[in-house]
């Protein structure tokens, strides 16, 4: 299954749209877990996996530079953040949009980035011969 991550980051994309649209009801569990701003930190959570997820899928679709991976998985997750908040506020239903969350997923995603340079870094590192 050579597009593991390919169809992981459309799963998990999937996942966010249900979870970002269906009724604020279906998460009342989660109204009983004390821990300051938890509603951003799963912002972050969920754009830092979707970042993650689309730059080692789109490497599946032939986009080989790992920079470029980690730029376009960055631009396709702020962007569908900012695509869910409008969809969230949009709707008729009890989901609002917030700025603070679409600058959660914002920065979940560029978290996912750095992480994603630094383990390509250290991995192209330990290829290079020692001088």
Known sequence: MRNKYFWAAIFW???ITVACLMSADNFSDLEKVEMPAKDKLLHGLFYFVFTILWSF???TVKVSDPA???RIAFSIAVSYGI???IFQW???N???AEVYDALA??????IAVLVLWYYQKKKIN???PAY
Do not use: H, P, Y
């Not at 997923?105 to 560029?110: D, E, M, P, V």
């Open 13 to 15: 994309t999937v996942l």
């Open 57 to 59: 899928g789109l490497k």
């Open 68 to 70: 470029s991976q980690r």
């Open 83 to 85: 695509l869910m908040e």
């Open 90 to 92: 949009s709707m008729d």
């Open 94 to 96: 009890d989901r609002s």
């Open 105 to 110: 997923n914002s920065i979940g995603a560029a």
């Open 126 to 128: 330990r290829r290079s």
